[in-house]
Every structure is written in C-alpha cells, then in structure tokens.
C-alpha cells in the first residue's frame, strides 16, 4: 500500500549547533524536503536502520522542516498455529544482539518476573501476544506520565507511560525470554491525535513480526522509519547545542482510499511482517 | 510465652568509632550483656520503638558482645472474617506515618501495581493475606542475591530476595493500599539457619497484625526487638568509624516445651497481633 | 517576630476521601481556617513535628480551604567559629534517626561521594556551609524539572530541581558525613513566587541549625510549618481517595516592618537555631 | 606487536542450552580452541565487532574451553597537541550511534554533571584525560563492589567498581560531552591478577583513542576482543539456559621481550589509536 506521510518540525536554535533528523520512512516513493532557511545544508547518511538528516546550524534563529513523502507499507502474513520450539544456536547470527540489554530496556532485571508471567506459554508468538496484552491491561496511556528517561525498568512498576514506553516494556519483557526484539519508529495510520509512533518487532521463526501494545492504531498501517534497539537509536530529533523544539505537526493518510484495520487479540495466531 | 534468645556478635574496630547495638527485645524478663573488653561503657536509650546500646570504642581491637535474655512473647488472635470497610479518617493519627514511603518501601511507585494485583480484594486482612502469597509465591528465597541497599522497587521485579526484602516489599505494597505497615525486627523460633529475622505489621481494624511473607518461621514464635519504618530504623548495628562485623551467632529457644507453629494460608480470616 | 501567613487551597473531590493538610505553622499565636463546604467537621492532631488536619469528604465536590495565622518565628544565633570535633557517641540520642536514609534522601549511598568533596572539612559548621554552596553552585533551580518521585540520588547526578530537591540533596549529605539532617517546611518571606518552601536541618553542637541551598529566601524569615525525615513525612497534602488540587495561593508577610534578611556565605561562622 | 593470550574456561551445563563466548582477537595470526566434550560442534560468526563462537549444548554436563592465540597488537600515535575544535556535522556519521545512551552508560541523565566537572577544557583529549583521572581519583577499584547490573549511574555516586565499571562511567562522561565512546573487552598484559579487562575508545579527531581509567595496565599491551556500546554487547559469554560458569583462567604474554609500559597522565597529548 501507498501512504502520504509529512512532518511539519519547528525548532528554535539558541546558539549554533547540530540538528540530526529521523523523519525519513525506509521504503520512500518520492519525497520532498523543505528547510528554511534554505542556508542549511543537510546531509543525509544511513546509520544501521536509520536514513538520517544532519543539519549543521551555523548561527540563531528559527528552524522551519517541512517532510512530505509516498511511502511503502508492505507486508506479509505469517501463519504462528503450529510454531514449534526455538533455539538460539539456529537463529541468525545478526539478530543475537537484539537479545542484550539496552538504555530503555533492562531485560537482565526482568528475568525472574517475565518467567513467573509467561514462562508456562509454549508458543513463542502467544508468548508475545500475552506480553501485549498484559502491558495493555496493565499500563495506563497517560500522556505526560513519563520523561525521555522513563525506561521499561519504571514502566513495569509504575505502570503508566506513552507509546514509546509501552514498545520498551515489549522489548524487555521479550528479551527476557529470549526472544531478540527491537524497537520501531513508525508514521501510523488512524492515529489519534496524529504523531509520530512506536511499537516493536519480535523475532519470531526468522521473521521480525511486529507488535503494538497500545493498541492505538492498526498493525497494517504503519510507514517504518527507523529501527534499533530502543528510543535511544531511533530518536525522531537529535539535538546538539541550543536548539529547542517549538512545534510539530504529523500526517499520514492512505493514498487512496482507506485500509480494513488489522489487531492481534488473545488467541492470534497470525502475525504480520513488515518487508524491509 | 517465654523464649531464651542469644546473640554473641563480633566486630573489629580498626579505629575508634561507635557501634549501636539494636539487638535488646522489647519485653525482656530478665538479661545479661557482656562486653569484652569491659573498657566500653555502653549506654542504654530508647529511640521510637527500638532499645538501642550505643557502645563508643575509643581504640582499634576486636569487641565481643554476649547477650542473653527470656523474653516475652504476647499476642492475640484477631478474626476478621466480617471485617468492614477501612478508612483513613478513622485511623489513629499516630499510626498514619506508617503511610509513607520510605528509603527501601517506595509505596508511591507501586500505587497502579498494587491496584491491579489486589485492589479488587475487599476484606483488608485478606488483602494482606494475599500480597504475602503473591511474595511468597514470585520471589525466590536466595541468600546473596541481594545488598544492603536493595529495596522494594527492585524486588518487585528482580524477584529474589532475603527476609529484609521480603519484608520491605510487603509493607510498600501495604502502603500503596493505604494500609499502614512498619517492619519488625526478631528473633524467631525455628529459623534454620539460626539468624536475625525480619517480618512486618500492619494495620488492620486498630490492631498491628504481624505478618512474614517468607513462611521460614512460625508466626507465633516471634521475639520482637524492634519496629520502624523499613531496615533503615531498625537496624541490627549501626557503625561508626571503620568497624568490620566478623562473626554473628544468634539462637532462640522456647523456655519450656515447644511451640504448636502458626502460620497463614490462602483462606486464613485469623491474625496474630502481638502486644506491645 | 511575627509574621502572617496564609494559605488559599482549592481541591476537587471526584469521590469520597480523606485530605490531610499540613499547613499549620508549629509557633501559631492566632488563626483561623475557614472549609467550604462547611459540612467538612475537620480533626487537628500532632503527629511527631506536624500539625496536621484531617478532613474527611464524604461526597463529590470542591473544597475550598482559606487558613490565616499570625505565628512566631523565634531563633537564636550560634557561634561556630571554634567548633571542635563531634562524636555520635555524645548525640542526643533523639536525633540519631536523622542519621537513616530516608525514602528521598539515600545517604547510605552517598558515602565516597561525600567523603571525597567535604571529608577533609574538620570544622562541621563549614561542613555544611560547603554542602549547600556545593548544591547552590552545581544544581540549577529549575521548575519542572523533577517529580515527586525525584530523590537526592538522582538530584546528585542530574543537578536540576526545586527547594524539596535541594533540600533533599543538603540533607542526604549530611547525613552520609554522620551529621543528623532533617527537612523543613515553611512559610518563607519574600519568597518569588510566593509558594510553600522546604529548607534543612543540620544538629550541630546539640543545636537544630537551618541550613537553605536555594538562596532564594532569607533564613531569619522562615516560618515552621514541620519537620521530619524528609518531604515523605512533611507533606503539605495528603490526597487519600481521588482529590485533585486545583490552585494555591500562599503568603507570608511580617506584621510589621521589614525584616534585615540573613543568608550564609563561603566563611560564614555564625548559624541560625530556630526555636521549637 | 605479537602477544600469546589464552583462555581456559570451565562451565557446568545443568540442562541443554547454548553457550556464546567472546573471547577471539580481532586480529589473530594463529589460534587453537578445544572444546571437551568434542561433541559441541561450535559455529564462529561475526557480529558488529565480535566475533563469537556459538556452542549448542545438548545435554547436561561439564563443559572445557581451551583457547590459544597469537594475536596482533598494532596502534599509532596521535598528537593532540594542537586540537582544535570538534563539530558533530563534521563526524563520520558511523561513529554518531556511540554518543547514543546505552544499557550501562546512561549519558542523558549526566548532561549537567559532565558540563560542571569538564565543560571548561577545550581540548577533547584533554577532556578525556581530565575525565579518566577523575574516576582514577575518585572510583575505588574494588572487587566484589558491584554486580552485573550495576551501571554508570550507581558508580558516579557510588564510587566503588571494577574495570567494567570504570569503563562504563568513562563511556557515560564522554557521551554526555558529546564525545563518542564505545567499550572495549581486552587481554591485557601485566595485568594483575589476571583475567579479561576492559577499557574504552574515544572518537577524536577522527581515531577511536584508547583510554583506560583503572591504570592498571599499559595501554600499549592490550589485545583488543570486541567493542560495543557497553558490556551488555561485549559479554565474555553469554550463557542461555543453566549453564553456571565453574572457573576462569586467562593470561597474556608477549611472544618475545617485554614492552615498554604506557599510561596517560595529567598533561598528556599522545594518545594511542589501535589499528583495526
């Protein structure tokens, strides 16, 4: 499927400084960038999944981004009812370290509790249906609840936090188990109010399947923009030096017409995998 | 009833300092302390609800305390099957600090946590009843696993713990219900091995009602030194300069005969509240 | 001197619950506290250093509370320029609590920290002038900054926060020096905004000396509303059941005149010892 | 330079389960790896900067590693003499992901820490130097102080660890200043007693800069065994499944001679850039 997606990005540099953007959708048809003022000269890079902008700030002012792109989505679906049992000596080398422990998602403190919760599920894709809808029984949505350092080890207490909080307790609570699992930053489709995204991908059978515990937009209608071990590798904005966001406005709509939403629910047996 | 408790304690002071010993029970019928060397003049003092020995040691050397006592042991049997509502306006002001959170109980991290776990639970005792099943069913016993500055914030997920932990988390939960809880330092009856133990309180229809979420040891066989908010008040000994514990050696024995040990179990509606 | 305070509080009860209020200066000569509604039947009750109100509410609703006293600030001036060395072991053993970590105040982890920056200050008087100079020059004053869940572990190393973070921080200092801290809440003069404020504590020399590491309000002008280990036990408000505040409005002026204001600086030797 | 380097590792395999180690050169010229029982077929992959050797383990019991290398150890000089200002928009954009905040080094949270202590030096290697004599003079090397999830954040305050400890603070202060800084696993020669070390790189001027804040090594006689963002991506081994670690052996000698020692001290400006 086709997707229009923008970004509208105001920012106020203090003083000269850095500006490293990761707006950009992985799968792009064609894009448009405007930046005023036009003095900057960005360069663009790709780093692991991410197709950065850097934006060196010569001097103060205000920063004006405006993204417009068609972007792919596509997927398949992959049938889980008769996974059998994994092993990590036949998973693929590269995704190993999706296993280890990152800023955001302590999985080595989590051991006992993820066993005590969802070590009896025998299947690895009910496994992590379990784990989302216990993080969406559990975790109350409360914008503001959290800060930029909140991280899967508050989360699993406190219970509170925003889209970004509930794709680290995903994260964490899978590595836990084994299971190597990576954080996706995403264009949603039917997201209210409009923003940018996040939700997870399990490794799963030697497919990255992706998952959403908030439940707040359909599984099918992500636009990916980047992917990384948590929200510290896929920051939408990196800011150094003075610079100071003032505004943000996000879209993305089908290009024509609209999409039959897809969600897991208990019971699933289906998972999408988004084609990199 | 009566026990006889012991404790020979051996520090080495390798400069001057002072050392308070928490270690005296709160009934005491009869006891001996003997200090070696017999150079250290201790003083005697209460402080809240502990009965501190503050020993200063004005020159490096090893200081062997030998402490017996008979000691009390009081309590009664509260039903609570028919328990009623609970509410704060109707609390005895003086119990209301046990509210707060402390250094090792974070109560006000846990509030959702606990809510979802117990909050459905209408009688208050089976409330309690039931954090300590749920402590004792998730967190491992496991001598080591943790440090002096271990709390209930990392049990709660870490899941494993000593009694001191095991204690801290019971009373944070407590606290998260608004159900006042303070920690009690003991000897107790039948602890293999033979050591220091630690359990909690809380505050049920106008009655401290003891509690231990380890089940290690009967709760009728309890000897209480000490009650406070968390370990931080109660400690064992608190040291002042640098002074090394070498050894501890801590028994506690029913003066006559044995005890018929009670503990709780899913169902139980009668607790022990011992008299102060 | 006298001074006058007030308090404007407004709450809305969505259900039934209980406000505890600690708003009450310790040294009042008059005041008055309207309640609207005035079905609310108030209960007034010390609990360790705090005058606390206990409102019960029993239907949904605001609540208006509008408090004026005219109360006492009394103190006295110690000089510390020939302070010799101190000893737990000749502490009044009453304050030997304000040794403990407490909930926001984690000294036990502090103690290289500590010993390497103030270790080598013998006179303890300029201990803790060192301490707050410390926190005044490396943590900024910044409104927002921090939660209710921000403790002096975490103002140490991210060096932001408001008065109860700079006081939380002077105190768990001290107390990982050996010198008994405890926290202030106060009506402060000439205090922009005006607000309620939280200064420190520090027993010196067997006197409760008031310390302030925000500078922003001089230390003769403060009146006492209470003390305790830390903001856990010193609350302004105590929501039980959901009350949500709605505005405060809060003054402090003296009743007549102007006051000389008071502050220690690098050098300082004199110390201020509020009377109880 | 050539340097023998060996590891003899015993684990105990209590169920089936896979064992990951990390302990090849980067550089070999020749090596040897025996494995009892010769029934584990190991596979050897490449991961980022690892490379691993993945072991099966099919059934419980004993397992022997025993590993030999000559490996390469080649470095360059670099004068930082004259260094002059660093721009982010200047950086190669494959070393920006090593100022991102990772599981142990948790930079976001030390902004105002790092700027107060080191924000006046201008010189970035001077920087880093100023930042490893910090911790030289402020962390206590000690043993046992700290577990496998102790991270930067406990070790600024705590100021007790070992070199994966003062590896990860350095990393976290580097980031903080805007420096990118990855961990390195090393055998390190004369390192006393011996076992695996770890140190951290530095991005300066273009080149990954040795540093070590331990100094208990020569910054010349490493061997490098992988890099990462922190210990969480540079584990030794990574044990999946009961396999409990039995006893560790390590050593490392140069082939012929010995080597001049090389430390960095307080006015340094030649680093050591490892050639990879």
Chains 1, 2, 3, 4 share one sequence.
């Not at 902008?53 to 792919?72: C, F, H, K, Q, W």
């Not at 009812?81 to 999985?107: A, E, F, H, K, T």
């Not at 894709?125 to 508050?154: C, H, M, Q, R």
Request: aromatic letters at 12%; glycine letters at 6%; proline letters at 5%.
């Amino acid at each position: 499927m086709e997707f229009n997606v923008s970004a509208d990005l105001v920012y106020n540099a203090e003083e000269a400084g850095t500006l490293v953007l990761n707006i950009r959708p992985l799968k792009v048809i064609k894009e448009t960038l405007l930046i005023d003022p036009r003095t900057i000269n960005y360069v663009d890079y790709f780093s692991d999944m991410n197709r950065l902008l850097m934006l060196p700030v010569s001097e103060p002012g205000e920063i004006r981004i405006s993204y417009n792109a068609t972007a792919l989505n596509e997927f398949n679906y992959v049938d889980f009812s008769n996974l059998g049992p994994s092993s990590i000596s036949q998973m693929d080398p590269s995704v190993l370290l999706y296993l280890n422990p990152s800023r955001y998602c302590q999985s080595d403190k989590l051991l006992r509790f993820t066993m005590h919760l969802f070590g009896h599920i025998e299947n690895e894709f009910e496994k992590v249906i379990s784990i989302t809808e216990w993080i969406y029984t559990n975790v109350e949505y409360l914008s503001g609840s959290t800060t930029s350092g909140t991280s899967a080890y508050d989360t699993i207490t406190e219970q509170a936090g925003v889209c970004r909080d509930f794709a680290h307790l995903g994260i964490a609570l899978c590595r836990a188990l084994d299971i190597p699992a990576r954080y996706c930053s995403v264009y949603a489709y039917n997201l209210e109010p409009a923003d940018f995204h996040a939700c997870f991908e399990a490794w799963l059978s030697g497919h990255w399947i992706i998952f959403d515990a908030t439940k707040l937009a359909p599984l099918n209608g992500f636009v990916k923009i980047s992917m990384g071990r948590d929200a510290a590798d896929t920051s939408i904005a990196n800011l150094f030096g003075k610079i100071i966001p003032q505004s943000t406005n996000i879209n993305s709509y089908k290009s024509q017409g609209v999409i039959e939403p897809v969600f897991y629910y208990p019971g699933s047996t289906i998972g999408l995998s988004y084609i990199e």
